[in-house]
């Protein structure tokens, strides 16, 4: 890999301390970063680089079991104190970065990570337009820079339109990486291969043979020190407008004519496309929002707070495919389990033979479980040994650490490589992100009218509310664990 240089924007934040730091030490522990690199962070609090790299060795516990490797890895970080809004931060920060392409005596490319809170995007972006740093080093040529932005990108249609037009000001499109890890879970890019490249599933996926499908996204934890971002947010910005379409366009799309960045971004915005909005009034029936009890006294959270922590909804796809297919999704902090999967539940038909003996009550299965134990596993109905003709379900299985070993990158460990070899098929495109913002905004719109006694409250270490039991079962199906 040639030298690069990544500017971290939120230096000291979460997702640089659980995400970035991390990809980025067993990417060098891989011996995957190339020989020259320069990470620097840009932040706030004072910090001397010798202070930063104790932070993150002491406080953060980086160093793990890679230890031999942190004295190594650690020479490449540096620290730039600065204000999002003030020029002279980002000053200093260019003289350094002059520095680096002085030093490998080449311009070397330039990765600029908004890692902050969104509220600080504009002020970042507006700032480095400014400062000349988004032009890189003195080519005049943008292709020496990158910008990698992370989710949620804008707080609802609008915001994320305006954002848009901020960005395409100051890069070109191709230098813009807007992330969303889950596009880069191994599981999920997966799914093409496992929907297309084995012949037995492609004919009976669709309404045909598919009853409905489940989407879910449990976490254990609660929202992990970052009340003061989350509240503003809610689970639905925070989750559902980005991973948990990209899981639902990853069962729904088409197959893309190749596998070429734009027609897979093509196929993948077709099919967020086709997801039929919600109209306000109708966000009663098909939205259930929830929050855990004891939200409130969390630190950084309004004590009236009404951010749902909980949210489940009943969605349709208006393809040939999927048209009346429901998609039963929900996403909660402080659940019974620590699980994200996809079930796909199959028309059950219990044949006539069997009638007399009795067939269960949901047949075939498909989950594609994304964490953990990542793998894939169908239902299938079998005859009971010690029976005349007892039904009964089993399991057959298949999980990536059994086939595989460990060998999975972790997401973030994907997307930087992408990034630095500028592949953006694995980033959203905007018009994904249009058609995304344009359902979730008429669900708040829709919960903007509603009264505050729609947002129930749920025990923590449970699968949410009763609602989305009654979500599900007005349908007739439960939610299947
Ligand atoms: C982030 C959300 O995008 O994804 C977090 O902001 C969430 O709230 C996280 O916990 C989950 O990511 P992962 O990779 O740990 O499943």
New binding site residues.
Partial sequence: MSSFVIVIFGGTGNLAQHKLFPALYSLFAKGKLGKKFYIVSFSRRKFSDEDYRKLLRDEWGLTGSRNTNWEAFVKNIYYSQGYFDDISGYKELNKRLNVFDNEVGACITRLFYLATPPDKYLSILNKLKESKLAEGCGQGSEKWTRLAIE?PFGKDLESSIELDKTLADIFEEKQIYRVD??LA?ETVQNMLAFRFANGIFEPIWNKKYIDHVQITFA?K?GI?G?GSF?DGIGILR??AQ??LLQLLAAITMEAPKSFSRESVRDARAAAIKAIRAIAPENVYKQVVRAQYEGYRNEKGVAPNSMTETFVAMQLFVDTWRFKGVPFYIRAG?KMAENI?EIKLVFIQTCHVLFKEYGCPEIGNVLTIRI?PNEGIRMRVVVKRPDSKLSLDTVDMKFTYNEVFGEHIDE?YEKLLLDIFSGDQMLFNRSDELASSWQLISQIMEGWKKQASSSLSVYTPGTWGPKDADELIGQDGKKWIS
């Fill in positions: 989710k890890h889950y879970k976490e934890k992990a970052r989350f925070d989750v980005n991973h902090k994200v964490q997401s």
